[in-house]
């Protein structure tokens, strides 16, 4: 396992270890439905989050496809559990050589050069 693999990994054990305790710490959905209404930030985060995610689970489903892989259990989560799928997907992706995703976008770049 490579560097940036070991700290991936971290990066998904202590944010979804820091998310479990929040859920279990931080009141219930009743606060987060009531957060919304007073403060107006906290929808707009939310939206933000919301359009994020559903860049990366496009990326993820083509991503999973390409190297043979099943996309549902991780387009499933990704509602449920936010970034912590996001994170897990990428920690726990098989390292390639070769990236079909992120190599058509260089090789039309090269081609437009």
């Known amino acids: 396992m490579n560097l940036k693999k070991v700290a991936l ?9 820091y998310s479990i305790w ?18 107006p930030w906290v929808g707009q985060v939310a939206l933000d989050l919301v359009i994020a995610l559903s860049f990366v689970a496009v990326w993820i489903y083509r ?14 989560a990704i509602p ?3 970034s912590i799928a996001v994170l897990a997907y990428f920690a ?10 992120l190599d058509s976008g ?3 770049a090269a081609q437009r050069a």
Do not use: Y
């Open 9 to 17: 990994f971290f990066v998904f054990a202590d944010f979804t270890a």
């Open 63 to 76: 991503d999973a496809k390409a190297h043979g892989r099943n996309p549902l259990p991780w387009l499933l």
């Open 22 to 39: 929040v859920a279990a710490n931080g009141g219930g959905l009743g606060e987060i439905v009531g957060l919304f209404s007073i403060n």
């Open 92 to 101: 726990f992706r098989p390292s390639v050589q070769t990236d079909p995703i």
């Open 80 to 82: 449920c559990t936010g």
């Open 106 to 108: 260089r090789s039309a």
